[in-house]
């Protein structure tokens, strides 16, 4: 993974976070569904690069490649989450 990505997801992480904590205090009432299913969606995005990560390993994937693979997943929700939040 190259440090531009990196630092795209790292920052992509850090603005969900912190528009999803806005919305969670401005909505108490919504608060413990929405806390509900962003656990669920984490719990899907390990799963999923577990599964990827250790398909890579029997693959003969050398480690980088092991570590983007497992990373795929949580990077494509995060990317998606921001996408959605940006547009309102």
Same mark, same amino acid.
């Given at each position: 993974?190259?440090?531009?990505?990196?630092?795209?997801?790292?920052?992509?992480?850090?603005? /969900?976070?912190?528009?999803?904590?806005?919305?969670?205090?401005? =909505?108490? &009432?919504? !608060?413990? #569904?929405?806390?509900?299913?962003? *656990?669920?969606?984490?719990?899907?995005?390990?799963?999923?690069?577990?599964?990827?990560?250790?398909?890579? /390993?029997?693959?003969?994937?050398?480690?980088?490649?092991?570590? =983007?693979? &497992?990373? !795929?997943? #949580?990077?494509?929700?995060?990317? *998606?989450?921001?996408?959605?939040?940006?547009?309102?």
């Amino acid at each position: 993974m190259n440090p531009f990505t990196t630092a795209t997801l790292a920052w992509q992480t850090a603005f /969900v976070f912190t528009l999803r904590s806005l919305q969670l205090w401005t =909505e108490p &009432a919504a !608060a413990q #569904a929405r806390l509900t299913s962003y *656990a669920l969606e984490k719990q899907k995005a390990f799963a999923a690069g577990a599964m990827a990560a250790g398909n890579a /390993v029997l693959a003969g994937a050398a480690a980088p490649a092991v570590i =983007e693979a &497992a990373l !795929a997943p #949580a990077h494509r929700r995060v990317r *998606a989450n921001a996408r959605r939040l940006m547009r309102g």
